[in-house]
């Protein structure tokens, strides 16, 4: 089994920062991309950010500049620091990976999701 657990999400004021967590435990073998994807009430989930194994992001053009996104490899965390934060960053944030697990010699990969964590912007 393969588990996705998130934490650090909260209540903050607009401007505020909030740094979520979220750590990949289990039976893994290989772990490709990691992100943070959000969803509001009444919309649809979208990413937030990404990072593949290498390194390399990719950030929604609405939170360019505000938030970073960072992993260690070496622990399977991938955390997302959140700066100036407005009331729009309003969501459940979920946490994604593409995982690989080894199975009678082969390697099969599957996409994973943690439980979600609330962040409210408000004053």
């Known amino acids: 089994q393969v588990q996705l657990v998130e934490s650090g999400g909260g209540l903050v004021q607009p401007g505020g920062s909030l740094r979520l967590s979220c750590t990949a435990s289990?039976?893994?073998?290989?772990?490709?991309?990691m992100g943070w994807y959000r969803q509001a009430p009444g919309k649809q989930r979208e990413l937030v950010a990404v990072?593949?194994?290498?390194?390399?992001?990719n950030y929604a053009d609405s939170v360019k500049g505000r938030f970073t996104i960072s992993r260690d490899n070496a622990k399977n965390i991938v955390d997302l620091q959140m700066n100036s934060l407005k009331p729009e960053d309003t969501a459940v944030y979920y946490c994604?990976?593409?995982?690989?697990?080894?199975?009678?010699?082969?390697?099969?990969?599957?996409?994973?999701w943690g439980q979600g964590t609330q962040v409210t912007v408000s004053s």
């Open positions: 994604n990976a593409l995982i690989g697990r080894l199975r009678d010699d082969v390697v099969e990969e599957s996409d994973y």
């Open positions: 289990g039976s893994i073998f290989s772990i490709h991309d």
């Open positions: 990072v593949t194994s290498g390194g390399s992001t």
